[in-house]
């Protein structure tokens, strides 16, 4: 059984870092692709990046390019979301998600994925 479990997420100041760590469970995370979305209160779910089989990321969120990255360690089977010079904006509820493919599909992993209870990230102004 695919499980995720997220972690990392606080109160930052607007300028500030985070790394977020996906722990995952009933799969290894180089077996399929890992994908961090994120969620705001009233506000649609947004992809953010993901990291497919092959060690391809792709950036959903345009807003976050050269400020996020994502990478996975595979002897502790978790993904980890790097996030610097955070913004009031990135504000939300983050989680990882896998619909056990080996590419990153945004629709396919919405219909299809599954993903943990997430982390609150909140950044101050």
């Known amino acids: 059984q695919v499980q995720l479990e997220e972690s990392g997420g606080g109160l930052v100041q607007s300028g500030g870092s985070l790394r977020l760590s996906c722990a995952a469970s009933g799969f290894r995370v180089d077996e399929y692709a890992v994908t961090w979305f994120r969620q705001a209160p009233g506000k649609e779910r947004e992809g953010v990046l993901c990291i497919s089989r092959s060690d391809g990321s792709t950036v959903y969120a345009d807003s976050v390019k050269g400020r996020f990255t994502i990478s996975r360690d595979k002897a502790k089977n978790t993904v980890y979301l790097q996030m610097q010079s955070l913004k009031p904006e990135d504000t939300a509820v983050y989680h990882c998600?896998?619909?056990?493919?080996?590419?990153?599909?945004?629709?396919?992993?919405?219909?299809?994925?599954?993903w943990g209870q997430g982390t609150q990230v909140t950044v101050s102004s």
């Open positions: 998600a896998t619909d056990r493919g080996d590419g990153c599909y945004w629709n396919r992993l919405t219909a299809h994925g599954s």
